[in-house]
């Protein structure tokens, strides 16, 4: 306990830089998915189906063009009705990625292998001055 109170100075630096050199590990963590260049590539190329899997709230304030609304917790329940082929490509898409994230594990459970998430959701999206459709 002595040397805590002692270099309390010396661990916060520690703690500091720990942190600041661990930050761009959870940054791409949370930014992990495939990117929106590479989301329109397989909407053109091989027919990719986009999930929004936001509320219905969020999902008519704007969202991917042509995208079809199943919110998260309603997934595992709909998707198979929604999408009947498994081997089409599935774009889940969220506001910032991390809901999408968890949407492939679901996705992939249920057979959709060539399911991904949008990294950066939403967000990645209007950042690459793609359209959005509102409604």
Request: aromatic share 4%; glycine share 12%; hydrophobic share 50%.
């Amino acid at each position: 306990m002595k040397f805590i109170l002692d270099n309390w100075m010396l661990i916060t630096v520690a703690v500091a830089s720990g942190s600041l050199l661990l930050w761009p590990v959870i940054q791409g963590a949370a930014t992990a998915g495939l990117d929106p260049t590479g989301a329109v590539m397989l909407i053109n190329r091989e027919k990719g189906v986009v999930i929004d899997v936001c509320e219905p709230a969020e999902f008519a304030a704007g969202h991917v063009g042509g995208a079809k609304n199943i919110p998260l917790n309603q997934l595992e329940a709909k998707l198979a009705g929604v999408v009947k082929n498994k081997a089409l490509p599935l774009i889940l898409v969220c506001q910032s990625g991390a809901r999408s994230g968890r949407a492939v594990a679901i996705a992939k459970k249920l057979g959709y292998e060539q399911a991904q998430s949008l990294g950066g959701g939403l967000s990645s999206w209007r950042a690459a001055n793609l359209p959005i459709e509102r409604g």
